[in-house]
């Protein structure tokens, strides 16, 4: 008869080994020694620094060899996380995105260097720092038509309600860069992506991306939100402190709404990697694989194809993605010259998946280890970054911060005595922190204001400034972003034209 301690010890060992085994036989590759070290690193931040789950997906030669979860993907439920637990991937739905709408453009219904709002409807982008016409849909999806800085989370229960994509368009598709000169990330401009898939398919966009993408993919743990029937499988979001994170929605589904397992995830790494696996349909061309991995930002010191950041990696050439926002990171890492794919995926905000992605290609290409080591020992490079203001920036800028909602005054003064100071229509003037330069040209800093829009004042936020002087004038964004520890997030963007007075 077995003792009541030993059926608790028993149970406590059976609940660890759920968590930490290995997912099913056919999944099981045992991990060798190049793996110990990550392995060893996913348990640790699992037991040692609080977070729920991790899930991990390596692919070699267009082979899976190691799929394993770690912890639990919902706690309260005990639920543990395997190769197969469906996460909320963040911002890598872009390269998902961009996948379904390259499918479009080899059936000759989009083409990639045609004005982005040839494919919109009433709503179209507006051109203030330059010619909307060049904001193609190509530099839509390498980040380079101008677009502004912009994230909207949208809570379960909140004052904020998602817009139509139209009205999304119609407030923040704006160019406050000329077209081709400048990369800003911008996620609006993969909701306009998403809206451009929905208008040239007659489908959904998640109808579009399940019967075009996942499903011809393989990807049956992979949806846009949550699908119904995914629900037993999805890991819950957690805020560091361990509370449930709020479930929300996004005006850019297509640059953040995909949920994907690990094993979906690699699966869709190995399709970019050119592995022609047989149960996996090939929805695109090699070439036009190849053309989507080409950084074509023409801007020094950036790196995106379509839907893919393109660059090296200690020596190595990587096309990757990651992901981040409340209660999410998330990466995916291809080598092509290795054929590796490395997919990590977490239900909390850490950064455990890029360090472990890390710690698994170091453990698979020994030349790379070496690179890390020998970097350690060298200094870091220089910085182009200065807190001091370029003497073209001295003195007082007037002009107008232009919202969705009308003009506003505004004054930007770089005083003799180093400091920034603001004034935004019929506020006190307020000093700038955070603020920096890089080079000749570009001004950042924040000031504590509020942007007077309807949506900018529900919540409390502060105003951060990315400027370039450019023919004697200093334009560029605003954008409104909230403060710590309000639960609702977001970045929306207004225009600013200054001239010095």
Same mark, same amino acid.
């Not at 904001?135 to 817009?163: E, Q």
């Not at 950036?302 to 409340?326: C, E, F, K, Q």
């Given at each position: 008869?077995?003792?009541?301690? *030993?059926?608790?010890?028993?149970? %406590?060992?059976?609940?660890? &080994? +759920? @968590?930490? $085994? !290995?997912?099913? /036989?056919? #999944?099981?590759?045992?991990?060798?020694?190049?793996?110990?070290? *990550?392995?060893?690193?996913?348990? %640790?931040?699992?037991?040692? &620094? +609080? @977070?729920? $789950? !991790?899930?991990? /997906?390596? #692919?070699?030669?267009?082979?899976?060899?190691?799929?394993?979860?770690?912890?639990?993907?919902?706690?309260?439920?005990?639920?543990?996380?395997?190769?197969?637990?469906?996460?909320?991937?963040?911002?890598?739905?872009?390269?998902?995105?961009?996948?379904?709408?390259?499918?479009?453009?080899?059936?000759?219904?989009?083409?990639?260097?045609?004005?982005?709002?040839?494919?919109?409807?009433?709503?179209?982008?507006?051109?203030?720092?330059?010619?909307?016409?060049?904001?193609?849909?190509?530099?839509?999806?390498?980040?380079?038509?101008?677009?502004?800085?912009?994230?909207?989370?949208?809570?379960?229960?909140?004052?904020?309600?998602?817009?139509?994509?139209?009205?999304?368009?119609?407030?923040?598709?704006?160019?406050?860069?000329?077209?081709?000169?400048?990369?800003?990330?911008?996620?609006?401009?993969?909701?306009?992506?998403?809206?451009?898939?929905?208008?040239?398919?007659?489908?959904?966009?998640?109808?579009?991306?399940?019967?075009?993408?996942?499903?011809?993919?393989?990807?049956?743990?992979?949806?846009?939100?949550?699908?119904?029937?995914?629900?037993?499988?999805?890991?819950?979001?957690?805020?560091?402190?361990?509370?449930?994170?709020?479930?929300?929605?996004?005006?850019?589904?297509?640059?953040?709404?995909?949920?994907?397992?690990?094993?979906?995830?690699?699966?869709?790494?190995?399709?970019?990697?050119?592995?022609?696996?047989?149960?996996?349909?090939?929805?695109?061309?090699?070439?036009?694989?190849?053309?989507?991995?080409?950084?074509?930002?023409?801007?020094?010191?950036?790196?995106?194809?379509?839907?893919?950041?393109?660059?090296?990696?200690?020596?190595?050439?990587?096309?990757?993605?990651?992901?981040?926002?409340?209660?999410?990171?998330?990466?995916?890492?291809?080598?092509?010259?290795?054929?590796?794919?490395?997919?990590?995926?977490?239900?909390?905000?850490?950064?455990?998946?890029?360090?472990?992605?890390?710690?698994?290609?170091?453990?698979?290409?020994?030349?790379?280890?070496?690179?890390?080591?020998?970097?350690?020992?060298?200094?870091?490079?220089?910085?182009?970054?200065?807190?001091?203001?370029?003497?073209?920036?001295?003195?007082?800028?007037?002009?107008?911060?232009?919202?969705?909602?009308?003009?506003?005054?505004?004054?930007?003064?770089?005083?003799?005595?180093?400091?920034?100071?603001?004034?935004?229509?019929?506020?006190?003037?307020?000093?700038?922190?955070?603020?920096?330069?890089?080079?000749?040209?570009?001004?950042?800093?924040?000031?504590?204001?509020?942007?007077?829009?309807?949506?900018?004042?529900?919540?409390?936020?502060?105003?951060?400034?990315?400027?370039?002087?450019?023919?004697?004038?200093?334009?560029?964004?605003?954008?409104?972003?909230?403060?710590?520890?309000?639960?609702?997030?977001?970045?929306?963007?207004?225009?600013?034209?200054?001239?010095?007075?």
């Amino acid at each position: 008869m077995t003792r009541p301690s *030993a059926i608790i010890a028993l149970s %406590a060992f059976s609940a660890l &080994s +759920g @968590v930490f $085994s !290995l997912t099913p /036989a056919r #999944a099981q590759r045992a991990p060798t020694d190049q793996f110990a070290v *990550a392995r060893a690193h996913a348990k %640790a931040a699992v037991l040692d &620094s +609080g @977070v729920p $789950s !991790l899930a991990v /997906a390596v #692919a070699k030669g267009g082979k899976i060899i190691w799929e394993e979860g770690f912890g639990w993907a919902n706690r309260e439920d005990r639920i543990p996380a395997n190769e197969h637990t469906t996460y909320s991937l963040a911002s890598i739905s872009k390269p998902i995105t961009a996948t379904g709408l390259m499918m479009l453009v080899e059936q000759g219904k989009v083409k990639l260097d045609v004005p982005a709002n040839d494919y919109l409807g009433a709503a179209k982008i507006t051109g203030l720092a330059g010619d909307a016409s060049q904001a193609t849909v190509r530099r839509v999806a390498n980040h380079t038509a101008g677009l502004p800085l912009h994230y909207m989370f949208y809570y379960d229960g909140a004052i904020d309600k998602v817009p139509s994509m139209d009205e999304a368009i119609s407030r923040y598709a704006i160019t406050v860069y000329p077209p081709g000169s400048s990369y800003q990330y911008s996620n609006l401009g993969f909701g306009i992506l998403d809206y451009i898939i929905e208008r040239v398919s007659g489908q959904s966009y998640a109808d579009y991306m399940r019967s075009q993408v996942f499903l011809p993919l393989g990807m049956t743990h992979s949806s846009i939100h949550v699908a119904p029937g995914l629900e037993p499988y999805v890991a819950v979001r957690y805020e560091p402190d361990g509370r449930r994170v709020t479930n929300y929605d996004f005006d850019h589904k297509g640059g953040s709404a995909v949920y994907a397992s690990a094993h979906d995830l690699v699966r869709f790494g190995m399709f970019h990697l050119k592995n022609h696996l047989p149960d996996q349909k090939r929805i695109l061309a090699d070439s036009t694989i190849d053309a989507m991995h080409k950084n074509t930002t023409g801007v020094p010191g950036s790196g995106y194809g379509i839907g893919w950041a393109v660059g090296d990696d200690n020596g190595l050439l990587r096309y990757n993605h990651t992901g981040g926002m409340p209660g999410v990171n998330t990466a995916l890492y291809l080598y092509p010259e290795e054929d590796i794919a490395i997919a990590v995926l977490s239900n909390t905000t850490s950064r455990h998946p890029f360090t472990l992605a890390t710690d698994i290609i170091a453990g698979m290409v020994p030349r790379y280890a070496d690179s890390i080591k020998a970097r350690r020992g060298r200094a870091a490079p220089p910085s182009n970054r200065s807190v001091t203001a370029p003497a073209a920036f001295a003195g007082e800028w007037k002009g107008t911060i232009r919202t969705w909602n009308g003009t506003q005054p505004f004054t930007l003064t770089f005083q003799p005595d180093g400091d920034v100071v603001a004034k935004l229509g019929n506020a006190q003037r307020s000093l700038l922190w955070e603020t920096a330069w890089q080079g000749d040209s570009i001004f950042t800093g924040r000031f504590a204001g509020t942007v007077p829009t309807p949506d900018a004042s529900l919540h409390r936020h502060s105003i951060l400034l990315n400027l370039t002087l450019r023919g004697g004038k200093l334009t560029g964004q605003a954008s409104a972003q909230t403060i710590p520890p309000d639960t609702v997030y977001y970045a929306r963007t207004s225009y600013i034209d200054l001239g010095k007075n």
